[in-house]
């Protein structure tokens, strides 16, 4: 079946570093991939999508580019802020627009002054 | 601008209790949809509701989970006789297209007793 891996948290950073965080996905058919956020006692939000191969989401400084070739579409950050601390979720849509979305596991982003 | 609502943002019940979970998706919304997410796991998918019916379900969305939409506003999600395992934060999200981007709720943290 269809399925998202992520890197392994916790991640640390300092203020204005470069952050990557992997993702990594399995699916049957053609799927939309998603990268959503969860600040601290809060619901899930969209931060990023893309639709078909090459496409790159950008929301709030964030990236991600879908690579169907390796079937990739890891997050990055040129300056992270202590405001970005929180857990990223990856996520596919298969078919696109499918009755479901499936997550990977989280990785939860530390970012320290 | 328009969001999904839940309520109650807390429960806590006693194993064994019936507990309904209510959601308000977006007004022009026709997909829904029920996710899970036990403390510091991945979120998971439950159900999905297109017309009045069920779509999909997940193996996790036994014989002791039900979905309604009693009216043109609410989307609820009764679970029969909670067990301790049940307890989780909950997640409603609508979307209006499938193709379209989906959108969640602020959660329902349920605690079982």
């Known amino acids: 079946g269809d399925s998202v891996t992520q890197m392994e948290g916790p991640v640390t950073l300092s203020e204005e570093a470069f952050l990557t965080i992997n993702c990594t996905y399995t699916?049957?058919?053609?799927?939309?991939l998603f990268w959503y956020v969860q600040y601290p006692g809060e619901g899930l939000q969209l931060l990023l999508k893309?639709?078909?191969?090459?496409d790159k989401g950008s929301n709030k400084g964030f990236e991600a580019t879908y690579r169907k070739e390796t079937t990739s579409f890891h997050l990055e950050k040129g300056s992270v802020q202590v405001s970005d601390s929180a857990v990223y979720f990856c996520?596919?849509?298969?078919?696109?627009?499918?009755?479901?979305?499936?997550f990977g596991a989280g990785t939860r982003l530390f970012v320290k002054a | 601008e328009p969001e999904v609502t839940q309520t109650p943002s807390h429960q806590v019940t006693q194993m064994g209790q019936e507990v309904i979970l209510r959601c308000v998706p977006i007004?022009?919304?026709?997909?829904f949809y029920w996710y899970r997410q036990i403390l510091g796991q991945k979120v998971e998918f439950l159900v999905s509701?297109?017309?009045?019916?069920?779509?999909?379900k997940s193996e996790i969305f036994d014989d002791q989970f039900s979905v309604e939409r009693p009216d043109g506003s609410n989307f609820t999600l009764k679970i029969r006789s909670t067990k301790l395992e049940d307890s989780a934060m909950y997640f409603c999200?609508?979307?209006?297209?499938?193709?379209?981007?989906?959108?969640f709720g602020p959660g329902t943290r349920l605690l079982v007793l």
């Open positions: 999200a609508s979307k209006r297209q499938p193709q379209e981007t989906q959108y």
């Open positions: 699916a049957t058919g053609y799927p939309s």
């Open positions: 893309a639709t078909k191969a090459d």
């Open positions: 996520a596919l849509s298969d078919p696109p627009g499918g009755f479901k979305t499936i």
């Open positions: 007004s022009n919304h026709l997909y």
């Open positions: 509701f297109y017309n009045n019916e069920i779509s999909e």
